[in-house]
């Protein structure tokens, strides 16, 4: 299926693309599927480009179109806690898997 995930370039990591916001980062590259850290579970995305920006105007710096493998899981969960999807954001859909494709925002300068 295809989402919208947001990212940012990490500071500690030398511009790797991480998840948004997650206490442990989870890292992305173009073309690289990329599934949950063990003990973590599942990925977030959005359905919709308009939550994800909005999402983004908050915690990140890119949008990428992505391909992703629909979780069953209902609740965002690490070894410690979890959270319910009624608490995630407008729009966020749960993975199993995600590849991004292509950066959509910020839209690359020409010229």
Known sequence: MKVWKV??????THGKLES???CEAVSYAK????TPQEGWGPLC??????????????FG????????????????WNSRSS?????????TVL?????LTKKVWPPEEKG
């Open 31 to 34: 073309n690289q599927r990329t």
């Open 83 to 91: 959270t319910s999807s009624f608490d995630l954001p407008k729009g």
């Open 7 to 12: 990212v940012h370039k990490s500071r500690y």
């Open 45 to 58: 995305a959005f359905v919709d480009f308009m939550d994800a920006m909005s999402f983004l105007k908050r």
């Open 61 to 76: 710096t890119e949008i990428w179109e992505a391909r992703a493998k629909r979780s069953k899981h209902e609740e965002v």
């Open 95 to 99: 993975c199993d898997a995600i590849t």
């Open 20 to 22: 948004a916001v997650i």
